[in-house]
């Protein structure tokens, strides 16, 4: 189905930062598969993992416990200030179940409470219900009548939050940083005057990592930077490197789901937790957030000397190896498709918005090339 519009490059082959086309071209990769690929295409470890896992177990039913599940939820909590995890295969099935469990918990503590705040500029997933609780007209208008039960606030606006509160709350969910919508950053404030005001009315914080969580912003997860705790967090993307995972994780007090009330089919598979705890336990292994964050602030210097050189360029930002540049005209799609002419491949995130999401394993040198095919393609814009 034409839901894509697909770059005509067919990719079959990718190591480390960089894939190679059915021609034999070779790219670096600043899309990392939408912010998946956390450990680069096809990291030893991941590899490895999930060669031995699909030679001992594909899967079972979750009637059974399996080695590479709890082995994975063990690390997860151990590594967050979250105490239960649930498995299941995308993001939008980790956000759809994390107001399941949000409406469970208002009808069993809140009086039957059921709505959501989330805020405008979000992305939460496609499903119908998730395309409601995200903030932006484009991805709902297609789909009216939407599902109810989700109230869209201004984004970094506390007060849009504490006026849309009501006995019909039950949660507030936010990404840290919005990633979709333009790599929007929070106010130094905003999450944790968010969190206080969740506390103070009793109902639950769901943040939503599926971008921003597993090291992305230098940070195993970006509550982290802003020295919150949420009683519900999603992750999916970068979770397993590449192979499909989605994950929502609870406290204790948030965990309220008893048997037959959630579950998964394929959710929590052998070969994706193999894959998951492999990815996770290399990234706290060898300090991965610590590239991370260093190749974030080498990648900012490159950009800001970008900025300096281009008057059309209106902004950067973002955390870690999350970032977004913006100029004053429509140019990113020309741009994106200069620069992967030129072996570089990223992302338009708006038209006139480019988006850089490399793997986490990322060096200096592969940083310098990048902006080096970017500063060419920048060259031939006219301002």
Not at 61 to 76: C, D
Not at 197 to 218: F, M, N, S, V, W
């Amino acid at each position: 189905m034409p839901t894509f519009k697909r770059i005509p490059v067919t990719l079959v082959k990718g190591q480390g930062s960089r894939v190679w086309d059915d021609n034999g071209r070779e790219y670096l990769d600043f899309t990392a598969g939408w912010a998946v690929n956390s450990l680069g295409h096809c990291h030893p470890s991941v590899v490895e993992a999930v060669t031995q896992q699909v030679k001992t177990l594909i899967h079972v039913s979750n009637s059974y416990y399996t080695i590479p599940q709890i082995k994975l939820a063990e690390l997860l909590v151990q590594n967050s200030c979250l105490d239960k995890v649930f498995f299941c295969n995308s993001g939008a099935e980790a956000t759809e179940g994390a107001v399941k469990l949000a409406r469970r918990y208002g009808h069993l503590h809140l009086g039957g409470a059921y709505e959501v705040i989330t805020a405008t500029g979000s992305f939460h997933g496609r499903t119908l219900a998730m395309v409601s609780a995200s903030g932006q007209p484009k991805f709902q208008e297609p789909y009216i009548p939407l599902p109810s039960g989700f109230i869209n606030v201004e984004f970094n606006n506390i007060k849009a939050i504490e006026k849309a509160i009501n006995e019909k709350t039950c949660a507030v969910m936010l990404e840290p940083i919005q990633g979709e919508g333009g790599v929007n950053l929070p106010d130094d404030n905003y999450l944790k005057a968010v969190s206080e005001l969740c506390r103070q009315k009793g109902i639950l914080l769901i943040l939503d990592e599926i971008q921003t969580g597993i090291g992305r912003t230098g940070n195993l997860f970006a509550y982290e930077h802003y020295s919150i705790e949420p009683d519900v967090m999603t992750l999916a993307k970068g979770l397993a490197s590449g192979i499909p995972i989605g994950a929502f994780l609870a406290k204790e007090g948030a965990s309220v789901f008893t048997a037959g009330e959630h579950g998964s089919t394929f959710g929590g598979n052998p070969v994706a937790c193999a894959a998951g705890y492999a990815t996770l336990k290399f990234i706290l292994d060898n300090d991965i957030t610590g590239n991370a964050e260093a190749m974030g602030q080498h990648l900012n210097a490159g950009l800001e000397e970008l900025k300096q050189k281009y008057d059309f360029i209106t902004d950067f930002r973002g955390l870690g190896l999350l970032k977004a540049i913006e100029f004053s005209n429509n140019i990113a799609l020309s741009l994106m498709q200069t620069c992967m002419e030129n072996g570089l491949l990223v992302n338009k995130l708006k038209d006139n918005a480019l988006r850089f999401i490399p793997s986490l394993i990322i060096n200096k040198d592969e940083i310098n090339e990048a902006l080096g095919i970017l500063d060419k393609a920048l060259s031939g814009i006219k301002s």
